[in-house]
């Protein structure tokens, strides 16, 4: 899970990289490559890509809502200090439990809300806080985490119902075809660099998500998920020593309340 989180931070540090580049375009890249590793490991696996047909609308409803979600991040990324983009996005599993409560039938407790609060409280005070963060960009950021919540989902949804990686393989497509049609028409010539991190973005992800897969099966999900926060503390101290990004105690606080508020969530639920 280490290893998870770790690729992860390079992957967010990447995409903060190629600010110049259209977060689209970024998106298209970082989706191909991955595709193109599932394609192949699915090949060897002699699993049917496409999945059953009865769960097409699944699928794509969680490659949509997931390839948004990822668009809107990276744009969070590159706008905002890297520290509150990666943090306004662990806002997601509030939406997750909230839409599971909705269309899953699965129940939440009072204290729940409370918690729920609390984390949105700290994403307000992190705009008070930070003249660097924007509403547009709270709200894109907000968005994304909301969208992530729906990908969740849908992937629920098709527990037991399909291979992992032929959901994975989805994800990739549809990202693949949102950022290419983007791309064709906006396309922004990288550079040798850019290049670079282009694959670098696309190649940790990938096996960021793989190590990830691995540490849930093998883990207890409340010990996994806890550790998904040190993330946190990587993109802090990426910004600030990449970029100049300062972290500041008001800033901390904020970012804490999230954390906060979703741990307790975590704990209640593991709790229950």
Partial sequence: MLLAVTLFAAMNLGVKGLSQVPAMEVVFFRCLVSLLVSFFWL???????????KNLSRLLGRGISGGIALFLFFVTVQQMPLATAVTIQYLSPIFTAIIAMLFLGEKLKNIQWLFFAISFAGAVLLKGFDERVSWLYLGLGIVSALLAGVAYNFVRSLSGR????VIVFYFQVVGVIMGGAFTAFNFHLPSLSEWGLLLMVGLTAHFAQVQLTKAIQGERVGIIT???????????VFGWIFFGEIVTIPNVFAMGLIISGVLLNIWVNNKQ
């Fill in 162 to 165: 399909e291979h992992p990686l």
């Fill in 226 to 236: 806890s550790l998904v926060y040190l993330g946190a503390v990587y993109a802090a």
């Fill in 43 to 53: 090949k060897n696996l002699r699993v049917y890509r496409w999945g059953q047909p």
